[in-house]
């Protein structure tokens, strides 16, 4: 494999292992967790669901959820 066709898979690995390394998680206090590599805006929208279905009376702020998710 040479030029442009190596630099393409080299491309595509690059990006693969990208993703791998910046996915996102964030784990509730009773054991729930999640790990998706879409990035903040998908945990926040999956931490509402979790918590409005689970912890009705839950009020977290927006700043809490934020200092609750990681990067793995």
């Known amino acids: 494999m040479k030029g442009k066709e190596q630099n ?18 964030i784990s509730c206090p009773c054991g729930w967790t999640l ?24 009020t977290e702020t927006e700043d809490e959820v934020e200092k609750m998710i990681k990067t793995v």
């Open 8 to 25: 393409k898979v080299k491309s595509i690995y690059e990006t693969c292992l990208l993703m791998l390394c910046m996915a996102k998680m």
């Open 35 to 58: 790990i998706s590599p879409q990035g903040n805006d998908d945990i926040k929208k999956h931490i509402q669901i979790h918590a409005k279905d689970h912890h009705p009376g839950l």
